[in-house]
């Protein structure tokens, strides 16, 4: 199993990134599909949450409105277009899967990308 994260970059106040995780060694519509980020003295905190089918989607309220995931089944990625950046988004970015087959979720599977680095700052 591999998720490997990409996009990762210096962004200014107000900027805009994409970041893209590619994933490989499961069957990717099996599996709901998150980003989730860490800063430097915090807990990694779940960002959003796309189901493997149909679409549904959840937010941390503090990115709502600024933050779009999306999924690509045929392709096996996933991606985070992240709008309206602000300092306190500066963080380690990471694609998270969870297996759930049927809507029944087992975080006990998760698998985890390496990381990519974000960094907000004029």
């Known amino acids: 199993v591999q998720l490997v994260e990409s996009g990762g970059a210096l962004v200014q106040p107000g900027g805009s990134l994409k970041l893209s995780c590619a994933a490989s060694?499961?069957?990717?519509?099996?599996?709901?599909m998150g980003w989730y980020r860490q800063a430097p003295g915090k807990e990694r905190e779940l960002l959003a949450q796309?189901?493997?089918?149909?679409?549904?989607?959840k937010y941390k309220d503090s990115v709502k409105g600024r933050f779009t995931i999306s999924r690509d089944n045929p392709k096996n990625t996933v991606s985070l277009q992240m709008t309206s950046l602000k300092p306190e988004d500066t963080a380690v970015y990471y694609c998270?899967?969870?297996?759930?087959?049927?809507?029944?979720?087992?975080?006990?599977?998760?698998?985890w990308g390496q990381g990519t680095q974000v960094t907000v700052s004029s």
């Open positions: 998270n899967a969870r297996y759930c087959p049927d809507n029944v979720c087992y975080p006990d599977s998760d698998y």
């Open positions: 060694g499961f069957t990717f519509s099996n599996y709901a």
């Open positions: 796309i189901a493997g089918v149909g679409g549904h989607t």
